[in-house]
Each structure stands twice: as C-alpha cells, then as structure tokens.
C-alpha cells in the first residue's frame, strides 16, 4: 500500500514522535492521579471501572464518525482543535469536584482523543517510505512509552506531596503539544488532500473507494484477537491498583515505579522487534508473531499473580511490556501495509474501537469481580483467561494466513488486488490501542 514517494521526512516523525510523548505522560498523569485519588478516598472496584468506562466509552461510540473525519478533514485543523479543546476540559477537570462531573469531563476529554488518536496513526505512514516504517513506528511507540512510564511515576509523587489537581493542571498544559504539532507538521492528510505517494514495490498507491476492513482476512483475524485477548485481561487495569496497594502492600509511590515497569518492557519490545518486522516480508508470518508475543504477555500476567512482594512484580512485568511493545510495531506495520492510505483512518479507528470495545468488558468484570474475589485470584484469573482466548483464535488465524496470502478481496488467488499485492516489500504502530496490564 501507498507511502511517501520522497525521501521520508524524519523532521515531522520527530515532531510526532514528541507530541505524542508529551501528551500521553499528561494522560497517564491525570489517569494515575485520579485512580490514586478514588482508591485513597475508599471507592471500591466499581468507581475505578467507572472511570476507566468514562475514558473508553467515546473512543468505541465515535470511532466511525473519527476514522472517517480522519481521511475526509484537514489533519492539521483537526489536532489544533481537538488539542485545544482537550486543554480546556482537563483545566476544568482539575476544579471540577462533584463525581458526575468528573465522569462527564473524563469522557469529553477522551471524545477528543478518539479524534487525535487516528489523526496521528495515519499521518506517520503517509511520513516514510515503506521500507522507513518499521523505524518510525519504533520511535512512535517509544515516545508513547516514555510518556506512559514518567506519568504514573510523576502522578505518584505528585498526588503523595500535592494533591490531584497539580496533575490535571500539568495534563492541560501537555495538550497545547498536539497544537504545536499540528501547526508545525508538514505532512497534512484530509481536506481533499492526497500525500504523493508509491506502494511499497514501487507501484502507484491504491485507490481506497473500495477498501473494506471485512474482506482483508488477516486484519479481521489480527482485530478479532487483539480485541479477544484485551477483553480477557482488561481486568487488570482496574484490580492493579487494589493487588499492588492492598494486597502487597505498596505505597503510591512505589505503585507508581512499579507500573513503569510494563512501560519500559514496551520501549524495549518496541526497538526489539521493529527490526523483525522490517524483515517479515510474509504478513502472515507478521501475523503469527503478533499472536505469540500475546500470548507471552498473558503468560506474564498469570506469572505475576504468585509474586509476594510488589518490587519482584518489576521482572515479570518487564518481560510483559516487550511482548507488548512487539506487538504494537507487529499490529502498526501489518495494518499500514494492508490499508489504502486514503482509508487508514477509517482503519486506525476501527483498530481503536474494536480495543477499546473490549477494554469496556475488562474494566466492568473487573469492578464487579472484585466484589466477590481477591485481588491475587483476579490477576491469575486474567492470565489463563487470555492463555485460552489465544488457544482458541490459533485455528481460525492459520486460515486466515492461509487465505490472507491470497489478494485481498480476491475470489481466487490467481486474481490481482485493485491496490497491487497483498504482501508488499518489507518496511511497511497503538495504544495502540495495545494489551493493557
């Protein structure tokens, strides 16, 4: 599928790759912050999954109309609006006090990244060349990464010394960095805009008046997985901070470093496994790796129900933030090699929906379980959850990478896709949407 047809331009990557770093630590600043802030002030496990609800619910209910506005509306418009709009409600987000409206500032400010979110996924393509994209993804996810692991690390220290609202603030002012960027980068997409662009063997760049997600067998089967596993283990993102606080027995400092953990695994894995990725050529052999590197994080997960202290949950979850950060690169590469440029993102939103979607089911069995068992069995629970949700997608994936190897959309192997071949040369990222802990 379609890339740059130019040298890549490695000056808007950066400006990117530190856009996104900024405002993620300032998302994961507030998140942490105002987990730290419930579970201090006695609510239970259904106040936290109903904030975790707040901040998904508009990333699922609006990645149709996103995705389409990401293809159809100027990009630069769309990041300096949403950045400015997502400021504002986080600056009164760090004043608001009655709980409903908490949940109604949370859910707007995440409305406003399910607009960011496949505005930036889809602009990093259109960047490189093909060949090019495997590193730009690296450094996307890293700046991610390194947001994510500062953030619950500052939010620690900042909520133990200062209080909430220092955070928020900190959070509003990270999201003038999507304003920066949208005004600085040169690369724009939407608007009738169309970047100059060559598949990656060289061939013009597919039209995308055609593209539909359901005929690609190797991306359904990459979403339906991803989506598969998350709703098996999303329930950990709401018993980690009872299993780390109450049941080991940290402080919110050490809860905060602790977390890191995952995210530092993700950096890793990213840099890790971008060079695998640049030397897949086979989607489908792309596809069975993503699946393994799942499965590893699940098998960390069920590992780290057995530690008995909070700082020996560091290793365990390290191991699990590499396979997570492979599999964001593995997910971004195969998901930009396959799509229309014009149509990614339409593709990057429903990626974001569909995990998101079950990130929902995560976080509600989370708060209702955990009225009913310990922390510790839910963490174990969670890990044999997605081992078996990965053991049953295994035979519908190898049809699908049997028949993926086929053009996409094609009634017979024999017939050439619209847009050229299905696997293209190598070289073609989340949160991703991404297995969260």
């Known amino acids: 599928m379609s890339f740059t047809s130019g040298p890549s331009r490695w000056s808007d990557v950066w400006l990117v790759t530190a856009s996104r770093g900024v405002s993620t630590c300032g998302d994961f600043l507030a998140a942490t912050a105002l987990t730290l802030a ?47 709009g997502q400021a504002a409600v986080c600056l009164a987000l760090a004043y608001a006090g009655h709980p409903a409206l908490v ?18 996924s889809a602009l990093v393509p259109a960047m490189v060349r093909g060949e090019d994209l495997p590193r730009a993804a690296a450094l996307n996810q890293t700046a991610g990464t390194l947001g994510a692991l ?16 220092l955070p928020l603030l900190l959070d509003a002012v990270s999201y003038l960095a999507l304003v920066a960027a949208g005004l600085l980068i040169r690369t724009r997409r939407g608007g009738g805009r169309r970047p100059a662009a060559v598949a990656a063997t060289g061939t013009p760049g597919a039209p995308a008046a055609d593209w539909q997600l359901r005929r690609d067998p190797l991306l359904v089967a990459m979403i339906v997985t991803i989506a ?9 993102n709401v018993v980690e901070v009872f299993f780390i606080r109450e049941t080991l027995h940290s402080t919110a400092t050490l809860y905060g470093l602790v977390t890191g953990a995952w995210t530092l695994g993700i950096l890793i894995g990213a840099w890790l496994f971008a060079r695998v990725a640049r030397r897949l050529v086979d989607d489908g052999r792309l596809l069975v790796g993503y699946l393994a590197l799942l499965a590893g994080c699940c098998l960390m997960i069920l590992l ?13 979850w390290l191991l699990g933030g590499v396979g997570n950060g ?18 990614r993102g339409r593709a990057y939103a429903a990626l974001t929906g569909s995990v998101q979607g079950a990130s929902m089911i ?25 081992l078996l949700v990965i053991a049953l997608v295994v035979p519908p994936v190898a049809r699908a990478v049997r028949a993926g ?19 293209p040369a190598p070289g073609a990222e989340l949160a991703t949407p991404t297995p969260s802990r």
């Not at 409305?111 to 930036?120: C, E, N, R």
């Not at 500062?150 to 609202?165: E, K």
């Not at 598969?228 to 950990?236: D, E, K, L």
């Not at 492979?326 to 090699?337: C, Y």
């Open 38 to 84: 419930l579970q201090s002030a006695g609510a239970g496990g259904l106040a936290v999954s109903g904030l975790m609800l707040a901040a998904t619910l508009p990333l699922v209910a609006l990645a149709p109309l996103t995705g389409r506005l990401a293809d159809r509306v100027d990009s630069r418009r769309l990041l300096v609006a949403a950045g400015l």
């Open 228 to 236: 598969g596993v998350i709703a098996a283990v999303g329930a950990i």
């Open 362 to 386: 995560g976080f509600l069995l989370g708060g209702l379980l955990l009225e009913v068992a310990t922390p510790r069995l839910l963490v174990a629970g969670c890990g044999v959850a997605g």
């Open 150 to 165: 500062a953030g619950p690390a500052l939010a620690g220290v900042l909520v133990g010394s200062f209080g909430t609202r």
């Open 103 to 120: 949940i109604t500032l949370v859910a707007l400010l995440a409305a406003g990244l399910a607009v960011t979110q496949p505005v930036l």
């Open 405 to 423: 190897r086929a053009p996409v959309g094609a009634p017979a192997p024999a017939t050439a896709p619209a847009g050229g071949p299905a696997n």
């Open 326 to 343: 492979g599999a964001n690169v593995f997910d971004n590469v195969l998901l930009a090699r396959r799509v229309p440029e014009a149509s």
């Open 304 to 316: 780290s129900a057995a530690v008995p202290s909070a700082l020996l949950l560091v290793p365990v």
